[in-house]
């Protein structure tokens, strides 16, 4: 009976403390949300994935400017995740697709912060979550980005992790494929998952706890690994230059980086009072220049202060064997100490430079846990201090409960009416006038040769229309576009029908191009224009051998 009790109980608090993504992912169904720049990419990567070229590779990584070659994400199960979403209804369903996801992570939790540390540490972690949501831009709970989609898994991450140090070895499965996803999604969360990662299986190898059952789930993680990472085998065996190699060129290869004075600044900022998760920015980009200024003294005096209450919290939690607070502080230092290490080693290149600017927006989960896990073990000490003096009557606990559960509706609804609009939504109206513009002017089936001007106005428009162009059967073909699209999408020598080409001057790019379309828009307080110019002749040249059928084809100019 008190399990049935504690269960509604827990779905409450986690779904009080979720109330901001749920909110987010009701925004983007209002507003009608459509994937711009990376996000287009990641969409239609993720259309490919029931194709003959599916994708063995995650999203293009800058890493690439220090290889020389298109480096990717270790895997492709960013793209599983939405592969069923990008080709059922509205492309807004892939935004609500993240946002259950994102739900489930935060309701996952808090139910393990209650299995490990009872309806105190669940109310505490569910209150927390609020305001760490808040210190993130709202469009990143249900934003499909790879930098956004990996923070909420990634709060996860941290809670299965000390639930294995703790012996919890049932969720071991799980625990593999939430650290593949993250892991895959985003090269900047090798570091901490590994590190937590070996905290957790070493919690599992303890003799005392060994199980019959843990050799059974064990394999089943085994399995489920091998499932994750099948393709960036397949890739590394069979690809000239494998992915994974290039990967790990780049973590190798001598480069001048941001240095250890960034790093320890990223470390006081995300746990030094005020810490990241306590601070709602002014833009998703502040952390770029927070990291490079030295934090006030209070913030690097506590920062000091919380990594040697973690430091203490080890060694007494050890001692009195209680091995679930020493591993949840040694979790803590080990997140810092990687918080720090992919800060340290970001280089100074200015584009490579700035991309800390998102690389380091886990620091708000880091500063959570942080924070909670002090806590919770100061209040373990008082609890501890007080067991024989002080008695709480029945009444009082359960009012303590109710209280609890307010507190945490209380916050997660402050956070959610405080959300601000998607950074992009002045785009997604004119994407849909051009999408309506395409769709009956271009015949289904079409090669679409898709050019465009390198402009910050055009280029989250020519990546929605190769999306738009791809989900609905066309084959969509650009210069240098297998770096980011896959290869499929390269132009090369291949015949096209018709050619695009987006600007935002109302010029025509060459003469036999004519205009279709063209949107204005307001963001940020300008006004801007984009024009889709569209080839107002056919060839007569017949379809080449062996490509599907086709009325004509133009050849490409030059080849």
Known sequence: MARLVGRPLTLAAGTGAALPVIVSAVHAMQIGWEPTDDKAIIATRAYDVLTAHTPLMGQYSMASLITGQPTHGLGPMLYWLIALPVRIGPPATMAVTVALVNTMAVLAAVALARRRGGRALMFAAAIAIAPMLMSLAAESWHDIWNPAVTLLPFLLLIFLCWSLACGDHRLLPVTVLVASFVVQAHLAYLAPAAG???????????????????????????????????????????????????????????????????????VARAIGWRPWWLIVPATRWDRYHDVLVEPAHLRIATAITLLAALGLVVLVGSARRRWDVASAALIGLVLCLTLGAVAAHTPVQPVLASTVAYTLWWGSQVGLWVWLIVAWAACLALAAALR????????????????????????GTAAAGSEEPDQHVALYRPLDRIAARLQQTIPRGATVRLDGTLDVRTQPFQAAVRFFLARRGDRVLS??????????????????????????????????????????????????????WRSSRWSSRPTVSGSRPSRSRIAPPGQ
């Open 388 to 411: 024989d003096r002080v008695r709480v009557p029945g009444r009082m606990a359960a009012a303590a409960t109710l209280a609890g559960l307010a507190a945490v509706v209380g916050a």
């Open 196 to 266: 937590m990662l070996v905290i957790g299986l070493a919690g599992l190898a303890v003799p005392s706890r060994r199980d019959r059952s843990l050799v059974r789930w064990g394999l089943a993680a085994v399995a489920v690994a091998a499932v994750c990472w099948l393709p960036m085998v397949v890739d590394e065996i069979s690809s000239r230059h494998g992915n994974l190699s290039l990967v790990v060129r780049s973590a190798t290869t001598p480069v001048t980086t941001l240095g250890a004075g960034v790093g320890a600044h990223a």
């Open 479 to 532: 210069r240098g576009a297998a770096s980011r699209n896959g290869d499929w999408y390269e132009l090369r020598d291949r015949p096209y029908d018709l050619r695009l080409f987006m600007t935002d001057v109302r010029r025509p790019p060459a003469r036999h191009l004519s205009l279709l379309i063209a949107v204005r828009f307001t963001e940020l307080g300008m006004a801007h224009e984009v024009f889709v």
